[in-house]
């Protein structure tokens, strides 16, 4: 029968012992290693041997047995969701020698800085909630039955209160993601729709995207989806816009400050959607354009000056192409017709869809806003409404921090666990070096490193 000989160690591996990455093939009178389908497991995770014992060895006791050699296998199990409590003890001192008087200082430590003041519930839990809500896509009430099953009865309504009130702690770092997102030359966005709740019927509300390339992906949730919103979202930009042809940004165009960058996936869309009536001109055009994104991925890597420089070369010449075929086919098109709606959008939009020949910062297409815009739309699947215009702020509040985390390569659950150690006592004026696209080289910082080793909480999420 199995018997437990170890924890935490790593297994042992015997002399004559070879994992299955580690099979070697005799080839041509040397010994080459041919690796195999299963990926090692990783290092980082503890380690149980357990030792499988003959019935007859068991039997008649390990002192009859030489042990000659061994097989090792590896099998990966789970342990349940670890919840630990922090009990903090602070006791009171006064200075001995002394009689005790009203006079009497007593010395007791402050309490413990907490993302909450005097909650319940510290930055890993905290952080937890908000990866399992807004990363992982589960509502406020899967979220209390899975904390039920360890064993911790936690309340939604507890749930979102934390979350509102967290959202106020990192709305100065949002702000400041946003504020340093309006410097950027080239800026994306795009936008969908999300039910609100109400009594009688749910209301439509929005969430935006705006990405600031290479730097920050953030959210915004609007009641509206009008000019309003819009001028809410770029106040104070100039620079470029990618974004879709929606007559909602019409006039943030006109001054000249913000200029227009259409997606030519967006135009390609009209086309696909004239495939079934009209295929032998959609294909045409597909494939013009199908060209134009193969050298993008050709030129994905390399500087924008050496970009601007290729597109003008190798791009340009199937742009001109593409919209002398479209003005030359516009009035053989059946009014309202799919081909027809597809060539005059790109006729429509020619300036704006030419615009990244002329700048090699600029993308062909603004499929980034839409695969972030993906969030919500996975989201909204399993939670299918907020609870109120609060509640999408909120939404857009952490979403903007776990995009940006994906963005930058972070793991979500420990920069929110180290972002909530710090917030509270972090300055303000130096509130944007804790965003995803510092958080390298701060987190490497003595002062912050200093500043987590002495949160106990933290120390707790370790062990």
């Not at 990926?39 to 499988?52: A, F, G, M």
């Not at 995803?436 to 912050?448: A, G, I, V």
Request: hydrophobic share 40%; with cysteine.
């Amino acid at each position: 029968m199995p018997r437990e000989i170890r924890h935490g160690a790593r297994p042992r591996k015997h002399a004559n012992h070879r994992t299955d990455t580690e099979k070697e093939t005799e080839v041509a009178g040397h010994t080459r290693a041919k690796p195999t389908g299963r990926k090692p497991l990783p290092e980082h995770l503890p380690r149980i041997d357990v030792e499988v014992v003959p019935e007859e060895v068991q039997r008649l006791g390990l002192d009859a047995f030489e042990k000659i050699s061994e097989d090792m296998s590896e099998v990966l199990e789970r342990r349940p969701a670890s919840l630990v409590v922090v009990r903090v003890h602070r006791p009171k001192f006064v200075p001995k020698g002394r009689e005790r008087a009203e006079a009497t200082v007593v010395e007791q430590a402050a309490p413990l800085e907490l993302p909450i003041e005097r909650g319940l519930a510290g930055p890993g839990l905290l952080a937890d909630t908000i990866v399992r809500r807004w990363q992982d896509h589960l509502p406020a009430n899967r979220l209390e039955s899975i904390y039920a099953r360890d064993g911790l009865e936690l309340a939604r309504s507890t749930i979102c209160g934390w979350h509102m009130e967290l959202a106020g702690l990192a709305a100065p770092l949002v702000n400041a993601m946003w504020k340093d997102a309006l410097g950027s030359p080239v800026l994306c966005t795009d936008a969908t729709g999300v039910l609100v709740q109400e009594k009688e019927q749910c209301r439509r509300g929005h969430f935006w995207v705006m990405i600031a390339p290479e730097r920050h992906v953030l959210f915004r949730y609007s009641p509206n989806h009008d000019g309003k919103a819009v001028d809410r979202l770029v106040a104070g930009y100039s620079g470029y816009l990618v974004a879709d042809a929606h007559a909602v940004y019409d006039h943030i165009f006109k001054d000249g400050k913000i200029v227009e960058v259409s997606c030519w996936a967006h135009a390609r869309r009209y086309f696909y959607k004239a495939l079934s009536t009209d295929p032998e001109r959609a294909k045409i055009a597909l494939t013009i354009v199908g060209q134009l994104f193969k050298i993008e991925q050709e030129l994905a890597k390399i500087p924008p000056s050496s970009r601007l420089s290729a597109r003008v070369v190798r791009s340009k010449p199937l742009v001109d192409r593409f919209f002398k075929w479209c003005d030359e086919e516009v009035d053989n098109l059946v009014d309202e017709s799919p081909i027809a709606v597809a060539v005059g959008y790109a006729r429509n939009q020619r300036l704006s869809l030419q615009r990244f020949l002329g700048d090699g910062r600029l993308p062909l297409h603004n499929n980034g806003s839409e695969l972030a815009l993906r969030r919500e739309a996975i989201g909204r699947k399993n939670w299918l409404f907020v609870g109120s215009d609060d509640g999408g702020a909120t939404n857009a509040t952490f979403v903007t921090l776990l995009a940006s985390c994906q963005l930058h390569r972070l793991e979500p659950w420990a920069y929110l666990r180290d972002l909530l150690c710090l917030l509270p006592s972090w300055q303000k004026s130096r509130v944007l070096e804790l965003a995803p696209l510092y958080w390298k080289q701060t987190s490497q910082q003595p002062d912050t490193q200093r500043r987590l080793a002495a949160n106990p909480f933290r120390a707790a999420t370790l062990s």
